[in-house]
């Protein structure tokens, strides 16, 4: 953040106007250069450091602010909160809501650099719109964006501060002058910035001549060392010392002229009225560079903009692209092609960049490979293999993106002829050699080409890219486990989750999927879709079938498998067996491409072609495919009826549809075996005794089916509910159970154990419930006790039937999740997230456990203390969006809780500031300091703001 001048005059009627933005949701300060806009909030935000009313968080705006990611980021940074790659308005709300009780203002100063109409202006459109009711949002600059302020506007709640606020005042103006030890004898209208220049270079009649003046009398090392600030906008020492070609004393700059600040991070910074009186033509290049260095292309490139450099702007064109590839910052892109004269834009680098923003609106557009194929041409015909690559790496993205086979071989060849010098162009050979070794069928040598290439040199959407390629080849080559730790190392967030998942999921594991493909692209829709057909059919799923109509072997493949696991799934093994011979009629197994991704979903093909099967048979196969291939095998020996091959119950699930598992486990159990039939109940669901139904009516698999059905329980007919956040109640299809079981205390025990920790071992259930009776005793209570507990959970089940919620063997109690099943305790953790606190609170009835204070006092602890915390944080969310009487009730429903909580005081003292009721709020501040006074500490920073608002108000 600036800081002002040490000669610079204190203002307290515009600090005092300044401060007011603590009153009003929205500040505008609006004037032109030199006004002291910056200045003036810089001390108003020292005010506040004096006399805290909350937080601050100062962005200054610059070139690429446009960008509504970087903007975002940026303002994330400032308010100290986490973020992804790609955040928005949402995560910049949420980092407001999480500052809640505490008021928080976000300072955007220099806003002119956001043009009306970017995405960045959309972003603070939508800010400004939804903005919490602790927070507050300052804009500063020469013009502030359109936003939609109107309702506000008429409600009260904008506060405008415009030139004639700014400027200096004729005592403020005397006053200057006096600490100057001079006379003004020109009228510059309150101009602070032209005043202050005029008292230090002498009497002036113009800006320029006050700059002369003040020019003159540097030597020209300074001069050039103001001039290289100029061009940078702010910079380090160093960075000037670059762009001045020599070593440089800006500390003595700020202290020898006027309007030249020393910023808070240790930055220097001149006003920009210097730029219109020094020249920094000659620094353009190095200034670019310096910028370049520090991630700024947008600041670059508008350095070249204004000094219409448009070779330097190809150049920053270039590295744009090669830099950002599909994340392209579009509003920058656009507004320096906006800027290019028309007879430039047939450059290779502006070619390339036109290019590279189609693909950011459409990469189906036709128009792109023209672009970037004559980019690539020209690069070529010059010799300039760096600009070639940069091309033919927009290609490849196109390419990817649309699935283009064709295309890709293309791109693939050219590659070859390019001269691998830089990390980017090694790293473009080898993906396209592993590409064009992929597309025939070879994916172990594009493993050893991808091995090569310099993925840590390279910038990081070049890496992910490769890195994503690579997962994909090892995929192929039956190396899941290898691809899961590449992707789990290499890659980030949603999509480092989903290639993970996936790679285990296919090598053995069954995992957890959770959230959609966002990747961006048709393409990667239509894979996700594929194997998410496969995967749901081992859980008796089927999904939206996809199309049929396939112009290459490898989506074929994925429509093929989909397809075949669907019709497995209904019962349609025949159907599914048709279309595997339709593709290898189409397109047949002697074409490598076309038989390695067949291996992707090998079970399926092993089991449903006899060809294939043959072929896998004698083939050297990857750990994943062995896995798939043994699972395949066991299968068809069992139907011969040889149940040698004993599979683990994950492989089962993950390589064979559910038609298929349960049909294994069927004959399994034939033979006294009900390990898998009970562990894939237990896994899948209903699904599975509906499989083990139909399969009933086989007559050779009847007997299996029979025994499964008898010892693996049934879900019961009406769903069933525990409650024990209060008195202890079961109910069955929603209404209260009237059960004489429910008056045994310890039958009550038993249930509350089992709901606080699912599992217990029969030893713990009876040294928590009969500590005092022998063993034998002991035992003999514990199976009278589980009987009327099966009894209370499931009434109509008949006798000798397993309970299929409650499971029991020599060792151990289990009591098990299920759709048919509600734990009021078990929602009530999953609901604790800030998007379903409501709920979570509406499920509290009163002291949770009663039966078991005594054997779980940790455990009731900690139920005790996440409700606390869930009124806390469902407080401080309707504090923010301005309902300061729920924030209160829940503030003090927390407080009878855990009265010394000093999150709770902090939200009821919030509460009752934002309420304006001084009475409320003196009996809140004084309960506040009694309980500080009871436990002998100091308020912490926070609840000190608090306290001090509140002596204010009151």
Same mark, same amino acid.
């Given at each position: 953040?600036?800081?002002?001048?040490?000669?610079?005059?204190?203002?307290?009627?515009?600090?005092?106007?300044?401060?007011?933005?603590?009153?009003?949701?929205?500040?505008?300060?609006?004037?032109?250069?030199?006004?002291?806009?910056?200045?003036?909030? #810089?001390?108003?935000?020292?005010?506040?450091?004096?006399?805290?009313?909350?937080?601050?968080?100062?962005?200054?705006?610059?070139?690429?602010?446009?960008?509504?990611?970087?903007?975002?980021?940026?303002?994330?940074?400032?308010? *100290?909160?986490?973020?992804?790659?790609?955040?928005?308005?949402?995560?910049?709300?949420?980092?407001?809501?999480?500052?809640?009780?505490?008021?928080?203002?976000?300072?955007?100063?220099?806003?002119?650099?956001?043009?009306?109409?970017?995405?960045?202006?959309?972003?603070?459109?939508?800010?400004?719109?939804?903005?919490?009711?602790?927070?507050?949002?300052?804009?500063?600059?020469?013009?502030?964006?359109?936003?939609?302020?109107?309702?506000?506007?008429?409600?009260?709640?904008?506060?405008?501060?415009?030139?004639?606020?700014?400027?200096?005042?004729?005592?403020?103006?005397?006053?200057?002058?006096?600490?100057?030890?001079?006379?003004?004898?020109?009228?510059?209208?309150?101009?602070?910035?032209?005043?202050?220049?005029?008292?230090?270079?002498?009497?002036?009649?113009?800006?320029?001549?006050?700059?002369?003046?003040?020019?003159?009398?540097?030597?020209?090392?300074?001069?050039?060392?103001?001039?290289?600030? =100029?061009?940078?906008?702010?910079?380090?020492?160093?960075?000037?010392?670059?762009?001045?070609?020599?070593?440089?004393?800006?500390?003595?700059?700020?202290?020898?002229?006027?309007?030249?600040?020393?910023?808070?991070?240790?930055?220097?910074?001149?006003?920009?009225?210097?730029?219109?009186?020094?020249?920094?033509?000659?620094?353009?290049?190095?200034?670019?560079?310096?910028?370049?260095?520090?991630?700024?292309?947008?600041?670059?490139?508008?350095? #070249?903009?204004?000094?219409?450099?448009?070779?330097?702007?190809?150049?920053?064109? &270039?590295?744009?692209?090669?830099?950002?590839?599909?994340?392209?910052?579009?509003?920058?892109?656009?507004?320096?092609?906006?800027?290019?004269?028309?007879?430039?834009?047939?450059?290779?680098?502006?070619?390339?960049?036109?290019?590279?923003?189609?693909?950011?609106?459409?990469?189906?557009?036709?128009?792109?490979?023209?672009?970037?194929?004559?980019?690539?041409?020209?690069?070529?015909?010059?010799?300039?293999?760096?600009?070639?690559?940069?091309?033919?790496?927009?290609?490849?993205?196109?390419?990817?993106?649309?699935?283009?086979?064709?295309?890709?071989?293309?791109?693939?060849?050219?590659?070859?002829?390019?001269?691998?010098?830089?990390?980017?162009?090694?790293?473009?050979?080898?993906?396209?050699?592993?590409?064009?070794?992929?597309?025939?069928?070879?994916?172990?040598?594009?493993?050893?080409?991808?091995?090569?290439?310099?993925?840590?040199?390279?910038?990081?959407?070049?890496?992910?890219?490769?890195?994503?390629?690579?997962?994909?080849?090892?995929?192929?080559?039956?190396?899941?486990?290898?691809?899961?730790?590449?992707?789990?190392?290499?890659?980030?967030?949603?999509?480092?989750?989903?290639?993970?998942?996936?790679?285990?999921?296919?090598?053995?594991?069954?995992?957890?999927?959770?959230?959609?493909?966002?990747?961006?692209?048709?393409?990667?829709?239509?894979?996700?879709?594929?194997?998410?057909? &496969?995967?749901?059919?081992?859980?008796?799923?089927?999904?939206?079938?996809?199309?049929?109509?396939?112009?290459?072997?490898?989506?074929?493949?994925?429509?093929? #498998?989909?397809? #075949?696991?669907?019709?497995?799934?209904?019962?349609?093994?025949?159907?599914?067996?048709?279309?595997?011979?339709?593709?290898?009629?189409?397109?047949?197994?002697?074409?490598?491409?076309?038989?390695?991704?067949?291996?992707?979903?090998?079970?399926?093909?092993?089991?449903?072609?006899?060809?294939?099967?043959?072929?896998?048979?004698?083939?050297?196969?990857?750990?994943?495919?062995?896995?798939?291939?043994?699972?395949?095998?066991?299968?068809?020996?069992?139907?011969?009826?040889?149940?040698?091959?004993?599979?683990?119950?994950?492989?089962?699930?993950?390589?064979?549809?559910?038609?298929?598992?349960?049909?294994?486990?069927?004959?399994?159990?034939?033979?006294?075996?009900?390990?898998?039939?009970?562990?894939?109940?237990?896994?899948?669901?209903?699904?599975?005794?509906?499989?083990?139904?139909?399969?009933?009516?086989?007559?050779?698999?009847?007997?299996?089916?029979?025994?499964?059905?008898?010892?693996?329980?049934?879900?019961?007919?009406?769903?069933?509910?525990?409650?024990?956040?209060?008195?202890?109640?079961?109910?069955?299809?929603?209404?209260?159970?009237?059960?004489?079981?429910?008056?045994?205390?310890?039958?009550?025990?038993? @249930?509350?154990?089992?709901?606080?920790?699912?599992?217990?071992?029969?030893?713990?259930?009876?040294?928590?419930?009969?500590?005092?009776?022998?063993?034998?005793?002991?035992?003999?209570?514990?199976?009278?006790?589980?009987?009327?507990?099966?009894?209370?959970?499931?009434?109509?089940?008949?006798?000798?039937?397993?309970?299929?919620?409650?499971?029991?063997?020599?060792?151990?109690?289990?009591?098990?999740?299920?759709?048919?099943?509600?734990?009021?305790?078990?929602?009530?953790?999953? @609901?604790?997230?800030?998007?379903?606190?409501?709920?979570?609170?509406?499920?509290?009835?009163?002291?949770?456990?009663?039966?078991?204070?005594?054997?779980?006092?940790?455990?009731? *602890?900690?139920?005790?203390?996440?409700?606390?915390?869930?009124?806390?944080? @469902?407080?401080?969310?309707?504090?923010?969006?301005?309902?300061?009487?729920?924030?209160?009730?829940?503030?003090?429903?927390?407080?009878?809780?855990?009265?010394?909580?000093?999150?709770?005081?902090?939200?009821?003292?919030?509460?009752?500031?934002?309420?304006?009721?001084?009475?409320?709020?003196?009996?809140?501040?004084?309960?506040?300091?009694?309980?500080?006074?009871?436990?002998?500490?100091?308020?912490?920073?926070?609840?000190?703001?608090?306290?001090?608002?509140? =002596?204010?108000?009151?």
């Amino acid at each position: 953040m600036p800081r002002p001048l040490d000669v610079e005059l204190a203002r307290p009627r515009l600090v005092d106007r300044l401060r007011g933005r603590w009153c009003r949701p929205v500040t505008l300060v609006t004037a032109g250069p030199g006004f002291g806009k910056t200045t003036a909030l #810089a001390q108003a935000v020292r005010a506040n450091l004096l006399e805290p009313r909350g937080i601050d968080a100062w962005v200054t705006c610059g070139p690429g602010h446009e960008d509504a990611t970087r903007l975002a980021t940026t303002i994330l940074d400032a308010l *100290a909160a986490a973020h992804g790659s790609q955040p928005g308005v949402a995560e910049i709300l949420q980092a407001l809501h999480r500052k809640a009780p505490l008021d928080v203002c976000l300072l955007l100063d220099d806003v002119h650099e956001v043009p009306d109409g970017s995405p960045g202006a959309e972003l603070l459109a939508a800010l400004a719109r939804a903005l919490p009711a602790t927070a507050h949002l300052v804009l500063s600059g020469r013009v502030v964006p359109g936003l939609p302020l109107a309702r506000r506007e008429a409600a009260g709640e904008v506060a405008t501060i415009e030139t004639a606020d700014l400027a200096f005042t004729d005592a403020e103006t005397s006053a200057l002058a006096r600490r100057f030890g001079r006379e003004l004898t020109e009228d510059l209208h309150g101009w602070p910035a032209l005043i202050r220049l005029s008292l230090t270079a002498g009497p002036a009649a113009s800006w320029r001549y006050a700059a002369e003046e003040v020019l003159g009398r540097l030597s020209a090392p300074m001069r050039e060392t103001l001039a290289a600030l =100029v061009i940078l906008g702010s910079a380090t020492a160093s960075e000037v010392s670059a762009v001045a070609g020599s070593p440089v004393d800006v500390e003595h700059l700020v202290r020898t002229v006027p309007l030249v600040d020393r910023l808070d991070d240790g930055r220097y910074r001149a006003h920009d009225l210097w730029a219109s009186v020094l020249p920094t033509r000659h620094m353009r290049a190095t200034a670019a560079e310096v910028l370049v260095q520090r991630g700024e292309l947008a600041g670059a490139g508008r350095v #070249a903009c204004r000094a219409a450099d448009w070779t330097l702007l190809a150049r920053l064109a &270039v590295e744009l692209v090669r830099t950002t590839l599909s994340v392209l910052p579009s509003a920058t892109a656009r507004r320096w092609l906006e800027a290019v004269p028309a007879h430039h834009l047939q450059e290779p680098a502006f070619l390339v960049l036109t290019a590279a923003v189609r693909h950011a609106d459409d990469f189906a557009d036709p128009f792109i490979d023209c672009l970037v194929d004559r980019a690539c041409a020209r690069w070529l015909d010059a010799g300039d293999h760096d600009g070639a690559a940069v091309a033919l790496g927009q290609a490849v993205i196109t390419a990817h993106s649309r699935g283009d086979l064709t295309r890709l071989v293309a791109v693939a060849q050219r590659a070859q002829r390019l001269e691998a010098r830089s990390p980017v162009l090694r790293l473009l050979r080898h993906s396209v050699a592993a590409v064009v070794a992929e597309l025939a069928g070879d994916p172990e040598t594009a493993l050893t080409h991808l091995a090569q290439a310099p993925t840590s040199e390279v910038p990081q959407a070049l890496a992910v890219s490769t890195t994503r390629f690579h997962v994909h080849c090892l995929a192929l080559c039956g190396r899941g486990r290898d691809a899961a730790e590449l992707a789990g190392r290499m890659l980030t967030g949603d999509l480092s989750r989903r290639h993970v998942a996936t790679a285990r999921w296919f090598d053995g594991e069954p995992v957890e999927f959770q959230g959609g493909n966002e990747d961006g692209t048709a393409r990667d829709e239509f894979v996700a879709r594929a194997f998410h057909a &496969v995967i749901a059919a081992s859980f008796g799923e089927i999904t939206a079938e996809l199309s049929a109509e396939q112009d290459n072997p490898r989506d074929a493949v994925l429509t093929c #498998a989909a397809q #075949a696991a669907a019709a497995v799934t209904r019962g349609d093994e025949d159907l599914a067996r048709d279309l595997y011979k339709q593709h290898l009629a189409r397109w047949p197994a002697d074409i490598k491409v076309a038989e390695r991704h067949l291996r992707r979903f090998l079970t399926l093909g092993y089991v449903l072609s006899d060809e294939l099967r043959e072929r896998w048979d004698s083939t050297d196969l990857g750990p994943s495919h062995r896995r798939a291939r043994t699972a395949g095998r066991a299968f068809l020996q069992a139907r011969q009826g040889d149940l040698r091959t004993d599979l683990p119950e994950e492989h089962v699930l993950c390589f064979l549809p559910l038609p298929w598992s349960a049909e294994l486990a069927v004959r399994q159990a034939a033979r006294g075996r009900t390990k898998l039939g009970t562990w894939l109940a237990d896994r899948v669901g209903p699904a599975a005794h509906r499989q083990f139904r139909e399969l009933a009516r086989d007559p050779g698999l009847a007997a299996g089916a029979a025994k499964l059905l008898a010892t693996v329980p049934a879900p019961p007919h009406h769903p069933v509910g525990i409650e024990v956040l209060g008195p202890m109640r079961v109910t069955r299809n929603g209404l209260t159970a009237q059960a004489p079981e429910l008056r045994r205390a310890r039958v009550r025990q038993l @249930l509350g154990l089992l709901v606080v920790r699912t599992v217990i071992t029969r030893a713990q259930a009876i040294d928590l419930l009969w500590p005092e009776l022998d063993p034998a005793s002991a035992a003999r209570n514990l199976r009278v006790t589980m009987t009327h507990l099966r009894r209370l959970l499931e009434p109509d089940r008949a006798g000798g039937e397993a309970s299929y919620f409650l499971r029991s063997d020599s060792d151990t109690l289990r009591l098990v999740r299920s759709d048919r099943l509600t734990v009021d305790l078990w929602s009530f953790h999953e @609901l604790s997230d800030t998007t379903r606190l409501s709920e979570a609170i509406a499920l509290w009835r009163g002291e949770p456990l009663p039966d078991l204070t005594d054997l779980c006092e940790p455990e009731i *602890a900690q139920i005790r203390a996440r409700h606390v915390g869930n009124l806390l944080a @469902l407080g401080e969310l309707r504090l923010v969006t301005g309902d300061s009487s729920e924030a209160r009730h829940l503030a003090d429903r927390a407080l009878e809780l855990e009265p010394f909580e000093p999150r709770g005081h902090r939200l009821a003292l919030a509460a009752a500031l934002r309420a304006r009721n001084p009475q409320r709020t003196e009996e809140v501040r004084a309960r506040v300091l009694d309980s500080l006074r009871q436990l002998g500490v100091r308020p912490d920073p926070a609840t000190e703001i608090l306290l001090r608002q509140a =002596v204010t108000r009151s």
